[in-house]
């Protein structure tokens, strides 16, 4: 893994042309990092951003060469604090969820204190696009360190599983800005052969508190309690918020009132979307734990398809602004990597959900340890981030880059499936860290595909739409490989333990809390944490199906040379 030396370094050349002047102090910032000025400092569309989010030409602060020494000593650490933070955050849930299930006794409806973080993130990650060019990119980006903040501190002092998932949901509206809003300035701001190597930067502080979240977090779960494991994020949060304000600073072009700004937003495409994406989840979930004949199941899978179609129609016909246009997200080339997005981060979120449950009730492994499975699986991360970055800029192109990831996840799936099967740890791992290597190679180059298929006035649209695939994805994977695990646990359950009831009664004990699998006869519980690792290899075969989707979506992707 990184240091955390280097993955500051690098975020640093990514943000430093927000406080450099496009003309005669460029090299200065060059040598400040010791990185070539036109691979940072030439915007794509030759322009800067400004305090509302619009693009102004040579605009600069106060009109004088800015100095980037001091200021970008203190920006960098906090725009690399917030994506560190949030990334953070969602592995360090994954390595809790035994403990916080336990704890709560609702170990059945862990899968919610991801889902309800998704679900807002999902349906606010495509605003922030919108709204930065409204508001401005400060703005929105200040409006979210604080809501995370916000978030993490209600979800430490949660009494039960519902206040929880409510705190996570808080979370998951900040933690939309913390990602989306970064990667637009980046893109407005870095040439778009460049463009791929910078966002291997930005993906390596990513993966590196991705990485750094689990082991924390079991260790946290471990021995001082879970809690403070989402406590302690709220003053990491101020202190990036602080930072920002004090140090970024760009140009205010738009002078109408508030309330101006506040009426051009999509509420209505809001309402739709996160209506639409509740009840898919809600009824995922239901399905999972009630059963699929059920009421409370079929009905709102069945009106999840009607509001999709509905938020079609009111980003086409009805929007003036819309936050998902039509021509953005339907154009041929764009879907095609909206939809390799979509698939492959459900097959990857799908896996991480899971198998820290796996290494814990199937291989016996404390939260600790099970947190540390992620750490090679995060080298391989970085590698192929950053390696796709450097070969898209050296070759100039991405569409073989792509499916060479893609070909990588699913190639991936059958190490850990036999691992799975065998209750090998050294096994998974290896496969874990396939399939890491290749998404993360296809996550970087299906972006370049995106923001090279686009037109550039609307690249910041098109970038948060792709956040809202990828949100999709990882909602929709975590819900759909959690009920295929649960579902093929309730059924060898019944099988090997022979008579319903005591079958029943153990299945409904073991997924309130793990602990239980601890106090059972110890042929018992072999048979029980057998049951886990068959569960868990059926749980791969959304992953695989996931996996190949996205790599027939992105067959469709068009190449375009990177040249703007």
């Known amino acids: 893994m990184e240091s955390s030396t280097r993955v500051l370094a690098g975020a640093g050349s990514e943000t430093t042309p927000l406080l450099g002047s496009r003309n005669g102090s460029s090299n200065e910032a060059a040598s400040y990092n010791g990185i070539p000025s036109n691979a940072i400092y030439t915007p794509r569309n030759g322009t800067a951003d400004t305090e509302d989010g619009s693009p102004q030409a040579g605009a600069v602060s106060n009109g004088e060469p800015a100095k980037p020494g001091v200021k970008l000593a203190a920006l960098l650490p906090a725009l690399a604090i917030g994506i560190f933070?949030?990334?953070?955050?969602?592995?360090?849930?994954?390595?809790?969820?035994?403990?916080?299930?336990?704890?709560?006794?609702?170990?059945?409806?862990?899968?919610?204190?991801?889902?309800?973080?998704?679900?807002?993130?999902?349906?606010?990650?495509?605003?922030?696009?919108?709204?930065s060019d409204i508001f401005g990119r400060k703005s929105c980006l200040l409006f979210a360190y604080a809501v995370f903040g916000l978030g993490c501190l209600g979800c430490g002092l949660a009494r039960n599983i519902v206040e929880l998932c409510i705190a996570r949901a808080v979370q998951g509206v900040g933690g939309g800005g913390m990602n989306a809003v970064v990667t637009i300035l980046v893109t407005d701001l870095v040439s778009?052969?460049?463009?791929?190597?910078?966002?291997?930067?930005?993906?390596?502080?990513?993966?590196?508190?991705?990485?750094?979240?689990?082991?924390?977090?079991?260790?946290?779960?471990?021995?001082?309690?879970?809690?403070?494991?989402?406590?302690?994020?709220?003053?990491?949060?101020?202190?990036?918020?602080?930072?920002?304000?004090?140090?970024?600073?760009?140009?205010?072009?738009?002078?109408?009132?508030?309330?101006?700004?506040?009426?051009?937003?999509d509420f209505i495409g809001a309402f739709t979307l996160v209506s639409a994406v509740f009840l898919l989840l809600f009824g995922l979930d239901n399905g999972s734990n009630e059963g699929w004949d059920k009421e409370i199941t079929y009905i709102p899978l069945a009106l999840t398809p009607v509001l999709f179609c509905i938020f079609v129609l009111v980003e086409a016909k009805v929007a003036k602004e819309p936050f998902a246009p039509g021509h953005v997200?339907?154009?041929?080339?764009?879907?095609a990597a909206y939809g390799a997005n979509f698939f492959g981060v459900a097959g990857q979120m799908g896996v991480y959900f899971f198998i820290a449950l796996f290494f814990q009730a199937a291989v016996g492994l404390s939260a600790t340890r099970s947190g540390l499975v992620f750490i090679p699986s995060t080298f391989f991360s970085l590698s192929g981030s950053l390696g796709g970055g450097i070969t898209m800029r050296r070759t100039g192109k991405f569409f073989?880059?792509?499916?060479?990831?893609?070909?990588?996840?699913?190639?991936?799936?059958?190490?850990?499936?036999?691992?799975?099967?065998?209750?090998?740890?050294?096994?998974?791992?290896?496969?874990?860290?396939?399939?890491?290597?290749?998404?993360?190679?296809?996550?970087?180059?299906?972006?370049?595909?995106?923001?090279a298929n686009v037109a550039p006035e609307d690249t910041a649209v098109a970038i948060a739409c792709s956040y809202l695939f990828?949100?999709?994805?990882?909602?929709?994977?975590?819900?759909?490989?959690?009920?295929?695990?649960?579902?093929?646990?309730?059924?060898?359950?019944?099988?090997?333990?022979g008579g319903?009831?005591?079958?029943?009664?153990?299945?409904?004990?073991?997924?309130?809390?793990?602990?239980?699998?601890?106090?059972?006869?110890?042929d018992v519980a072999i048979i029980v944490r057998k049951c886990y690792a068959i569960a868990t290899q059926w749980a791969f075969v959304p992953v695989a199906v996931f996996a190949s989707l996205a790599l027939v979506s992105s067959l469709f992707i068009k190449e375009k040379k990177l040249d703007r």
């Open 85 to 131: 933070l949030v990334a953070l955050d969602q592995t360090l849930t994954i390595a809790t969820y035994g403990k916080i299930g336990s704890e709560l006794k609702a170990l059945n409806s862990t899968s919610w204190i991801a889902t309800s973080y998704f679900l807002t993130l999902t349906t606010f990650q495509p605003l922030y696009g919108k709204l």
């Open 192 to 265: 778009l052969r460049e463009r791929g190597v910078w966002q291997g930067y930005i993906n390596i502080i990513w993966a590196a508190g991705m990485s750094a979240g689990a082991p924390i977090g079991g260790l946290f779960a471990d021995n001082i309690g879970w809690r403070w494991a989402f406590i302690l994020q709220s003053p990491i949060a101020l202190i990036a918020f602080t930072s920002v304000y004090i140090v970024l600073h760009l140009p205010h072009t738009d002078h109408s009132h508030w309330s101006a700004k506040f009426l051009r937003i």
């Open 329 to 335: 997200i339907f154009d041929p080339p764009l879907l």
């Open 400 to 451: 073989w880059l792509t499916l060479t990831g893609y070909c990588l996840a699913l190639l991936g799936c059958v190490p850990m499936v036999i691992g799975a099967g065998q209750r090998s740890a050294i096994i998974t791992i290896i496969g874990l860290a396939i399939v890491a290597l290749g998404s993360s190679i296809s996550i970087t180059s299906t972006l370049i595909a995106i923001i």
């Open 470 to 497: 990828r949100s999709l994805g990882t909602t929709i994977g975590i819900s759909i490989t959690t009920a295929t695990l649960q579902q093929m646990l309730r059924v060898n359950l019944a099988e090997r333990l």
């Open 500 to 522: 319903a009831d005591r079958a029943r009664e153990i299945e409904e004990q073991v997924r309130l809390s793990l602990d239980y699998i601890r106090k059972l006869d110890p």
